[in-house]
């Protein structure tokens, strides 16, 4: 999967580059939820959805209407009608997009597409654009052509506060995580969108042993709670379509570690930043050149198995 980019010090540098510059614009951090898109010609991207779901509260939203988490999606490749690019229904035309029910299901969605479909917008953009949108913003990509010149590809990660999701690594600001931390959040990421792209048969079993290796080098309260517990519900669907035993001895050990009854709590997250001062909107400065890595924490066991 195009997923393993992020073992390249490339991948890091540019998502820090990036989150540097929004940084003041949204008062947000990186949480490091990757997701690398490879389009190819004939294939599609996801389809319309939002980001994140909630309950209708003013706690999604700043008091001047900024989000609390923003998507940054990175084109590497030009993206157009040609090649398959973003679409996304305005939130003037969209009633769900804050005024919204806890939850909405794919038919929900179509609805709202189809009775705003003269408002779609299409945002083709040119290789090293970067888009960024809210969480409730009802969005997809489009299927590529057969014969597309070529295929699309992209880099996306979240930004967030702390307090409306937590980030999958404790991580100073344009450090670069170790090798192993670097599995960890793969294998986090591909199964944590389980649900919405389906991680291939024959990776299951390599994504679980990493993830049974190295889960303890990711935050646990993201773990556990970001997106209303989103990985460990795909775990247990791992676990219940297992092929084999040792896929099943795999994600039930993954599990185990996630239910705080039975496991020890994982990796305690810091205490939260002091907020930032209040941001800039108007103007942003290239970021500096990000420093050299910074040396990986030791990870804390694992529970036996």
Same mark, same amino acid.
């Given at each position: @999967?195009?997923?393993?980019?992020?073992?390249?010090?490339?991948?890091?540098?540019?998502?820090?580059?990036?989150?540097?510059?929004?940084?003041?614009? +949204?008062? #947000?951090? &990186?949480? $490091?939820?990757f997701?690398?898109?490879?389009?190819?010609?004939?294939?599609? !991207?996801?389809?319309? *959805?939002?980001?994140?779901?909630?309950?209708?509260?003013?706690?999604? +939203?700043?008091?001047? !209407?900024? /989000?609390? $988490?923003?998507?940054?999606? #990175?084109?590497?490749?030009?993206?157009? /009608?040609?090649?398959?690019?973003?679409?996304?229904?305005?939130? *003037?035309?969209?009633?769900? $997009?804050?005024? *919204?029910s806890a939850d909405s299901s794919e038919l929900d969605l179509m609805q709202i597409v189809a009775a705003g479909h003269q408002h779609i917008r299409a945002l083709p953009v040119s290789r090293g654009t970067v888009l960024a949108w809210s969480h409730r913003l009802l969005h997809w990509g489009s299927a590529s052509p057969p014969k597309a010149p070529a295929r699309r590809m992209a880099l996306s990660f979240a930004m967030a506060t702390s307090d409306f999701e937590p980030p999958v690594l404790e991580l100073q600001a344009s450090c670069l995580p170790c090798f192993h931390t670097r599995l960890a959040v793969i294998a986090f990421t591909l199964v944590f969108y389980h649900h919405t792209q389906p991680v291939p048969t024959s990776l299951r079993l390599a994504l679980l042993q990493i993830l049974k290796e190295h #889960?303890?080098? #990711?935050?646990?309260?993201?773990?556990?709670? !970001?997106?209303? !517990?989103?990985?460990?519900? &795909?775990?247990?669907?791992?676990?219940?379509?297992?092929? &084999?035993?040792?896929?099943?001895?795999?994600?039930?050990?993954?599990?185990? $570690?996630?239910?705080?009854?039975?496991? /020890?709590?994982?990796?305690?997250?810091?205490?939260? @930043?002091?907020?930032? /001062?209040?941001?800039?909107?108007?103007?942003?400065?290239?970021?500096p050149p990000p420093p050299p890595p910074c040396p990986p924490p030791p990870p804390p066991p694992l529970p036996p198995t």
């Open positions: @999967p195009a997923q393993f980019v992020l073992m390249f010090d490339e991948a890091w540098h540019v998502a820090n580059q990036v989150s540097s510059a929004l940084a003041p614009a +949204f008062g #947000l951090q &990186n949480i $490091y939820d997701y690398v898109f490879d389009v190819p010609p004939g294939s599609s !991207g996801w389809g319309a *959805h939002r980001d994140r779901f909630g309950g209708c509260s003013a706690g999604e +939203f700043m008091l001047d !209407g900024v /989000p609390k $988490y923003v998507t940054a999606w #990175l084109a590497l490749t030009d993206a157009s /009608p040609q090649t398959s690019c973003m679409y996304a229904l305005p939130a *003037h035309a969209d009633p769900g $997009y804050s005024a *919204h #889960l303890s080098l #990711l935050n646990g309260a993201a773990l556990r709670s !970001g997106s209303k !517990g989103q990985f460990a519900i &795909n775990v247990a669907a791992l676990l219940e379509t297992a092929t &084999n035993s040792d896929e099943a001895t795999a994600a039930q050990i993954v599990s185990d $570690y996630l239910d705080s009854s039975r496991a /020890p709590p994982l990796q305690t997250p810091s205490p939260p @930043p002091p907020p930032p /001062p209040p941001p800039k909107r108007l103007f942003l400065t290239p970021p």
